[in-house]
């Protein structure tokens, strides 16, 4: 083996040493530099493309001078650059595969020094079992095309057997026999300039234009594409995810779809930027142009759903329509312009019906909610209605309303919650609320809330008014102003320009120009029935039946004569009259001995339970005895309050159950005396008698025992409890003061004099047993001397002056009192112990003077 390598090496020496001679293999003549005289064998390798783009081919971990590429069965593998390039190096690529491959020129995937130049600027084909031959070109860092059998510098090709189709037409073709296309299962393909341009598989897919369907693999079968690159992007990035069945037709139609299936796009740039998406159909210049990933989207006409990026499920039929709605789901926009900038489940049907913003809103009509924005649930139906609705922020929007009718609230701006069906229905309101028009022109100048006018011109002139209620055709017509009136019948109060609170119900029952608090019952030109006079003005009034200016009253119920009837008038002098119909006739409430009330002519009284009044007013039970309903019961809500005058002369007053109060006089008017006739309080009590007895004047019984109030005859006063021992508590409550001897008592027991007293109990906190606590300090003898000194009291104490003024607050006194005298216990326990040390020194001197 050593031995063969140095033979090897002294090969290559000689080779070396003849460096610039040709050099010849099996050939004694060499005519050139190497000239071989046999076959020469090239290495070769074999590389299968991946899925998709391969950018960066590996040429370097394999070195060879040949390359089998393998495409299996991708459709259009695509090459973008190699590496291993050195300048000079020389490769040939046979495309073995079962498809075409395509070499990108100048491709962006592939680093800057692999990237491929074809020579003439456009992508080159490699067809199968053809083959290219590249130089790597060390200055420009490229590898460009050098291969012998190029015809065109564009693309390798293999020239075809048998007959072909000539460029300049056929002759003899048999129509059995002669077709173009392939015969075996390969897709039939065409080109443009050497660019894809159209494709026919076997797959269902179908392709016409510049690079349509160009990005296509197995995975994306049944797609027709026909239009410069319409779904030209289109492929499965995972082999699992069957994508088809879309229809492209048009320029750039669908071109940006990458994942997607059962969508249709007819028209220029139709769907454009639609990536995964599906389920779509979009017909039109522009129509669903700018949809990424919204589904189920139906848009027909130029720009129809243009702006719309992931919406679904909606339906624009129209140019424009919904042309920029981004965001919102499930609209159905048909018309130019319709639903323009709808949100969410709107229905707007009408040139620039809904045009603005909105959600779960019906627009049907030219302009019909043309300016909605941002208000939801309403209902447009006619032209122009509710075509200027305003969101106005701060609660303040137009929400919640239906317009039916041409114009109808065609100005509505801020008003909310109304109703208006009919042509020109409160079609000037402005922002009222709560209005219903139902008829031509009903409401038609209605600016107010709560307003409902029902048939032609109904409240039509009612500028400002609120809670009025118009029933028929011109009922209200002339209102301008008004509140809380209702006219039913046609023309109903029509003539009435101003007022409030009215009720007027009857064909053209009507009354002056102004009138407020008027009830009519009647049609116009009515001799009978319930009415008002034409010449009335009265406010206020409720009248029923005509007034005839006699005595016989407004309201006259007839017997079988004039004798047998009675009588309602309301007088010239604001009295109200009930009478009978003959001048001396009685007026009978109920029978007589059942109970009953009489009202007599002749005697000017009334009885109640009795035919013979001896009184203006009186009032008999049958019987005299005592009952707890008593002779005269007031009735409440659920209980009453009883009155009886008893056989034995007592009166009685009581509730109408146990445990309820009499109150008399809580009008905080006049006096109440208890056996007295000239009260000069509000309660007056008077005994017959001055003797000071337990009971007292006034007696309060509890449950169990009783308080007692007495004013003697020596003009004392006393207040004691009911039983021994019990207490008398004055002002419990917790609020204001008691004064003694003074009516302005600044304490809770202010006293202006002098108190006598057994005992006083002083309630404390915090007594000064801290003077002997450890941590105590206490004064030095020198500074209390110095307070003392300085300011003429004892430390803690008030001065003189203090006491003076605001007095002397006992507890408080005490407390600092007992401190000043624990202090003092302190001082002399220390003196003593001072004194105790003395002695014994004195003692010690003593003993000492003695020896």
Not at 36 to 59: A, C, F, M, Y
Not at 369 to 397: E, H
Not at 548 to 574: E, M
Request: aromatic letters at 8%; glycine letters at 14%; one cysteine or more.
């Amino acid at each position: 083996m050593i031995k063969f390598q140095l033979i090897i090496l002294g090969f290559f020496s000689g080779l070396l040493s003849i460096y610039g001679q040709n050099i010849g293999i099996n050939n004694t003549d060499p005519q050139s530099a190497l000239d071989i005289n046999g076959d020469l064998r090239l290495r070769t390798k074999t590389i299968t493309l991946p899925i998709g783009v391969s950018h960066d081919v590996d040429l370097v971990t394999d070195k060879a001078a040949v390359y089998n590429f393998d495409g299996g069965a991708l459709d259009g593998a695509i090459i973008s650059g190699f590496t291993g390039g050195v300048d000079g190096r020389i490769v040939t690529i046979f495309n073995n595969g079962n498809s075409a491959i395509q070499l990108y020129h100048e491709a962006s995937g592939s680093l800057t020094n692999n990237r491929i130049m074809t020579g003439t600027g456009n992508n080159a084909v490699i067809y199968q079992n053809g083959s290219v031959t590249m130089r790597y070109d060390g200055q420009k860092m490229r590898w460009t095309i050098v291969s012998n059998n190029y015809t065109d510098g564009l693309s390798a090709t293999i020239t075809p057997t048998g007959n072909a189709w000539s460029i300049n037409g056929n002759v003899g073709t048999d129509s059995l026999t002669n077709f173009l296309g392939t015969l075996d299962n390969k897709p039939l393909q065409f080109r443009v300039n050497n660019t894809p341009a159209g494709h026919i598989g076997n797959d269902g897919t179908i392709a016409f234009g510049k690079n349509a369907l160009s990005s296509r693999n197995e995975y994306t079968p049944s797609n027709i594409a026909i239009g410069d690159s319409s779904l030209s992007k289109l492929n499965s990035i995972y082999n699992y995810f069957n994508i088809g069945s879309n229809l492209a037709l048009g320029h750039k139609a669908l071109a940006n779809m990458e994942v997607g299936h059962r969508s249709t796009a007819i028209g220029y740039e139709s769907m454009y930027k639609s990536n995964v998406t599906g389920d779509n159909t979009s017909i039109g210049y522009f129509a669903l142009r700018n949809n990424i990933s919204g589904y189920g989207n139906i848009a027909i006409g130029v720009n129809a759903l243009k702006d719309k990026t992931t919406s679904t499920y909606n339906i624009a039929i129209g140019n424009n329509a919904a042309s920029h709605l981004s965001l919102g789901n499930q609209n159905v926009c048909i018309g130019p312009w319709a639903g323009n900038k709808a949100t969410n489940n709107n229905v707007a049907i009408g040139f620039l019906a809904m045009n603005g913003t909105g959600s779960s809103n019906i627009a049907i009509g030219a302009n019909a909610l043309g300016s909605n924005d941002s208000l939801n649930n309403m209902v447009a139906i006619g032209y122009n209605a509710l075509k200027n609705t305003k969101n106005m922020g701060n609660g303040q929007a137009g929400y919640n309303s239906v317009a039916i009718g041409s114009q109808a609230l065609e100005n509505n701006f801020s008003g909310s919650q109304n109703t208006a069906v009919g042509t020109f229905a409160l079609v000037t309101n402005y922002s009222g609320s709560q209005n219903t028009a139902l008829g031509s022109n009903a409401l038609f100048l209605a600016q107010g809330n709560n307003n409902l006018g029902i048939g032609f011109n109904s409240g039509r002139n009612i500028w400002n008014g609120d809670d009025n209620t118009f029933l028929g055709q011109k009922s209200g017509e002339d209102q301008t102003g008004g509140y809380n009136n209702i006219f039913v019948g046609s023309s109903a109060g029509k003539n009435i320009t101003s007022g409030s609170d009215n009720i007027f119900i009857g064909t053209k029952c009507d009354v002056p120009r102004h009138i407020d608090g008027q009830i009519k019952i009647g049609g116009w030109g009515q001799q009978a029935g319930i009415g008002l006079d034409e010449n009335i003005y009265s406010n206020h009034t409720l009248t029923v039946g005509r007034k005839t200016g006699t005595s016989l009253g407004a309201l006259r119920v007839n017997g079988i004569s004039d004798s047998y009837s009675t009588s309602f008038n309301y007088g010239d002098y604001q009295s109200t009259y009930i009478r009978s119909g003959h001048p001396y006739g009685d007026v009978h409430l109920g029978d007589t001995g059942f109970g009953f009330v009489l009202i007599s002519n002749d005697q000017n009284s009334v009885g109640i339970g009795t035919g013979t009044p001896a009184a203006k007013l009186t009032v008999r039970k049958i019987s005299n005895d005592v009952t707890p309903e008593g002779s005269l019961a007031l009735y409440g809500t659920q209980h009453g309050s009883h009155f009886h005058y008893s056989a034995t002369e007592d009166t009685y007053i009581r509730g109408g159950k146990d445990g309820s109060k009499v109150i008399i006089n809580d009008g905080n008017l006049g006096n109440v005396g208890i056996g007295n006739s000239s009260p000069l309080a509000k309660l007056s009590i008077s005994k017959t008698s001055n003797i000071i007895s337990p009971e007292g004047s006034l007696a309060l019984y509890g449950s169990q025992y009783n308080s007692f109030f007495h004013y003697s005859s020596t003009e004392d006063t006393y207040i004691r409890g009911g039983k021994d021992g019990s207490k008398v508590i004055i002002n419990d409550g917790n609020l204001g003061n008691v004064g003694i001897g003074t009516s302005l008592p600044t304490h809770k027991l202010s006293v202006n004099g002098t108190i006598r007293s057994k005992e006083v109990i002083v309630e404390m906190a915090n007594w000064p047993d801290y003077v002997f606590a450890s941590d105590y300090k206490l004064p030095h003898l020198h500074e209390v001397e110095k307070h003392i000194i300085e300011n003429k009291h004892l430390p803690n104490i008030p001065k003189a002056s203090e006491i003076e003024d605001g007095g002397l607050y006992l507890g408080d006194v005490q407390k600092k009192m007992m401190e000043k005298i624990e202090e003092l216990t302190l001082y002399i326990i220390q003196q003593n112990k001072i004194l105790e040390v003395q002695n014994e020194r004195i003692i010690a001197l003593e003993n000492k003077l003695k020896k």
